[in-house]
Each structure stands twice: as structure tokens, then as C-alpha cells.
């Protein structure tokens, strides 16, 4: 039987050097495309795909994460006596189910699989879903709804894929690929960061995952990996052969929002799609290019 998938786990620890000195004092989940901060985006696509419990694993410094999602009552209060209904709207989705988001903390940065490994308790024997705040997806389906109807199809472990370029495997996670059907893809092999020479295909995993619990038994033997962290693929791959491990080319244009250009475009692209503001940009864009 396929367990219903009702669990998300946010790993949001990490220091956002790259985006220094932005995140000097707040957390890059925090950095807005437009109007909504990218752990918004995050959530939101995970309630469209049924996650009803959250767990963000933090570190230091990123307390304004849990805020984002509570109630501002004196906000709150304030907009509605001025009749700010826009307003109000606007901060409606940023409201979360009481006790749907815990928190645990990630003490020592020691990679994405010690990251999910801290959500240990939370995820207890159900399955759960992994989603990477900065990568952010435009699609017409939200790509983790994607990933939910092929794990309902397979049932097991499914991660979102597209090809990448040969030179750039060694930023990702890379599959072994055995049979495809052009969408689903049977992975019989993962690596992590593989130079090009090494990589088994140009194949890469994207920051959305449907895991089974036993990955954190895997996760739980601290094996270093790639830049000597505990690797979330490692543990992974050895979950192939034992359980169904799918890879899905979801529909929609990924951007890296970890990456200065990745969010910049981001910020071009999302602004294309809003109604109150495609004209405008169209129209100023052109001044530039
Ligand atoms: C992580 C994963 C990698 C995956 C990537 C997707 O890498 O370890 O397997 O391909 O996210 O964005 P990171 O970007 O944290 O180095």
C-alpha cells in the first residue's frame, strides 16, 4: 500500500554567503522574488501538493522564518481598521494551519543529509517530502504535485530531474539512468557532484524529493561524501534495489535562487507572469537590453 504523503521537510540552515551582505542579519529564505520570500514559494507549492506538517530545519539567526508563517495580529488589527483589504489578502496565504510548522535545529553545518537526518523525530516511519527553498520552479503544475502523482502512480522514492549541461555535474546530484519513458525515469544509480568525466549521464536531481523514512537509517551512519558532507544523494542511493527510486523530468523552468544570476532572472520571470506588472516590466525592460 502507498502511504498518503502528508509530511515536508524544509532544510533553511544554511548561511547564505553568496548573498552576503544581504543575509548579513536575515535569512536568504527570507530574499523576496517580487513580493513573496522564497520558504513562501516553498510552502505554498508543497499545501497545493497535500503537505499538511512542516518541518523546518533552521541554525542561528533564522528566527524570522517561523514568524513569516504566524499570525501578525497587531498588523493584522492595523490593516483592518484602515480598511487595507488588499493587504490583508496578501499576507492570508503566509498563514499556516496552527501547529503545522515545527522547527529543529542544525547545530554544526555538516551537509544536506545531517540536515534532513535532524528531522529524524519528525519524520518518524512516514514518507515526507524535501523541498529546496532555492530552487524555484515556474511550471503550470507545481512541480512537487508532479513528483505526488508519479509517487502515487510507483509508490517509493521519487526525485524531479532535467539534464544539465556535460561541465556542470559537479554541481548536482547525477543519476544512473536505467528504463525511461521520456517522464519517469528508473534511477539505478545517484552521485553526488561527479566531475564530467565521472558523471554516469548529464542527468541532474532538482530540489524536490518524495523520500521513504528509511533514507535516515542510511543518513544516521555520518558518512562523508563530496566536500566532506554527509550527503543527502549518498543516502539515497542506497535505498536503490531495496525500494522503487524514481526520477521525474518534471514540467517548468527551474531557477537557481542560490546563485546572484539564478535570482535575478527569477525576479525577471516572476514579474513576467503577474498581471498587475508584465506590462510595466516589458516596457521598462526594454530601456536595458
Ligand atoms: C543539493 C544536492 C544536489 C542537488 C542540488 C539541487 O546540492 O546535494 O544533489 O542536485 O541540491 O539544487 P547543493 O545545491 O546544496 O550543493
Known amino acids: ?3 498518503k504523503l502528508r509530511k515536508a521537510v524544509l532544510p533553511v540552515a544554511g548561511l547564505g554567503t553568496r548573498f552576503l551582505p544581504a543575509t548579513k542579519a536575515i535569512a ?3 530574499l523576496p522574488v517580487v513580493d513573496k520570500p522564497l520558504i513562501q514559494y516553498a510552502v505554498e507549492e508543497a499545501r497545493a501538493a497535500g503537505i499538511e506538517l512542516f518541518c523546518m530545519v533552521t541554525g542561528r539567526g533564522k528566527t524570522a522564518l517561523v ?3 504566524d499570525v501578525a495580529y497587531e498588523l493584522e488589527h492595523t490593516l483592518r481598521e484602515r480598511n487595507r483589504t488588499e493587504a490583508l489578502a496578501a ?5 499556516t494551519e496552527p501547529g503545522s510548522i515545527t522547527t529543529v535545529r542544525q547545530q554544526v553545518p555538516l551537509g544536506l ?6 528531522a529524524r523525530a519528525f519524520i518518524g516511519d512516514d514518507p515526507f517530502a524535501i523541498l529546496l527553498p532555492d530552487d524555484l520552479i515556474l511550471s503550470n503544475k507545481p512541480c512537487l504535485t508532479q513528483l505526488a502523482e508519479a509517487y502515487g502512480e510507483t509508490g517509493g522514492n521519487i526525485v524531479a530531474v532535467t539534464e544539465v549541461p556535460r561541465e556542470q555535474t559537479n554541481r548536482y546530484g547525477i543519476l544512473k539512468v536505467g528504463r525511461d519513458d521520456g ?11 561527479p566531475a564530467p568525466e565521472d558523471a554516469p549521464s548529464n542527468l541532474s536531481i532538482i ?3 518524495i523520500l521513504m523514512a528509511e533514507v535516515i537509517e542510511y543518513l544516521a551512519l555520518m558518512q562523508r561524501g563530496a566536500g566532506g558532507e554527509v550527503q543527502l544523494t549518498d543516502g539515497m542511493a542506497k535505498l536503490i534495489g531495496k525500494q522503487p527510486f524514481h526520477g521525474v523530468r518534471y514540467e ?3 531557477f537557481d535562487c542560490g546563485d546572484k544570476l539564478g535570482f535575478l532572472e527569477a525576479q525577471v520571470a516572476f514579474a513576467l507572469q503577474r498581471p498587475d506588472l508584465a506590462d510595466a516590466m516589458r516596457g521598462f525592460l526594454k530601456n536595458y537590453v
Do not use: D, P, T
Open 183 to 193: 517522464r519517469l525515469v528508473e534511477v539505478k544509480g545517484l552521485v553526488e557532484k
Open 28 to 30: 536568504k529564505e527570507m
Open 113 to 118: 543529509g545531517h540536515a534532513i537526518w535532524c
Open 91 to 95: 499576507l492570508a496565504a503566509s498563514h
Open 67 to 69: 514568524e513569516h508563517f
Open 1 to 3: 500500500m502507498i502511504k
Open 252 to 254: 517548468g523552468r527551474r
Open 207 to 209: 530540489g524536490r524529493y
